[in-house]
């Protein structure tokens, strides 16, 4: 069973739009993280937010906002007034206390690629 | 410094070819991972170094060898690639391989081609 799930493979909105992307998770552990990167063309994964799971307060950053709800599993991202430059792929991930092992391991959704036309 | 740079950006190489990717950070970080990334997919996890020891080989192949010099560097030898190993290859950092030190930072990648 896939521990993140991105429902969405691709969002093309035009600019200007408001956009939400969602990411749903799966995990037995009550302490985690949850991440979100963006990867423009150039291919660099870019950090955007790290939240922790006992932090469920909503973050906003500028035009970027996260909303973080425990009761349905889910770290949905939004964007307000899209760009072009925020055209790339967005991937979200889960790293976990107990079940991720010693490794690092960071648990990516397949990602959503969003297209910003002008 | 909360940057890690890698390179080459982009490298074409035969099969028959020897080359390496480099990686390194000044972050202090004392974990250091290579991942390989197809199109249209997420990375998917190869090595990763704690302590400039290797902890993690997820089963890649032996084509792949990976070398952790000293704390901020962290290279990947290639040695008779296939076409199907062309790919982006990532490579990151994070303070520790260990929840919750592991909030890792990534490199902007090299886009390997094998011909």
């Known amino acids: 069973a896939q521990k993140v799930t991105q429902a969405q493979t691709e969002i093309s909105v035009v600019e200007k739009e408001d956009v939400t992307l969602d990411c749903v998770y799966e995990t037995r552990d009550t302490t985690y993280y949850l991440f979100w990167y963006k990867q423009p063309p150039s291919g660099e994964l870019v950090f955007l937010i790290r939240?922790?799971?006992?932090?469920?307060q909503n973050e906003i950053s500028g035009r970027y906002s996260w909303n973080f709800q425990k009761s349905t599993s889910s770290f949905n991202f939004t964007i307000t007034a899209s760009q072009v430059v925020d055209s790339a792929v967005y991937f979200c991930?889960?790293?976990?206390?107990?079940?991720?092992?010693?490794?690092?391991?960071?648990?990516f959704g397949k990602g959503t690629k969003l297209s910003v036309k002008p | 410094d909360t940057e890690v740079t890698q390179t080459p950006k982009h490298l074409v190489m035969g099969m028959t070819n020897k080359k390496s990717l480099k990686c390194e950070q000044h972050m202090g970080h004392r974990a250091m991972y290579w991942y390989k990334q197809k199109a249209k997919k997420p990375p998917e996890l190869m090595f990763v170094y704690s302590y400039e020891k290797l902890s993690i080989n997820e089963s890649v192949p032996s084509r792949f060898s990976p070398e952790c010099p000293n704390s901020s560097l962290l290279n990947l030898h290639l040695h008779a690639l296939q076409p199907e190993d062309s790919a982006l290859y990532l490579c990151a950092s994070s303070q520790a391989d260990r929840f919750p030190y592991n909030e890792q930072f990534f490199g902007p990648g090299t886009r390997l081609t094998v011909l």
């Open positions: 991930a889960l790293s976990e206390e107990n079940y991720g092992g010693s490794q690092g391991n960071l648990i």
């Open positions: 939240r922790n799971s006992f932090d469920e």
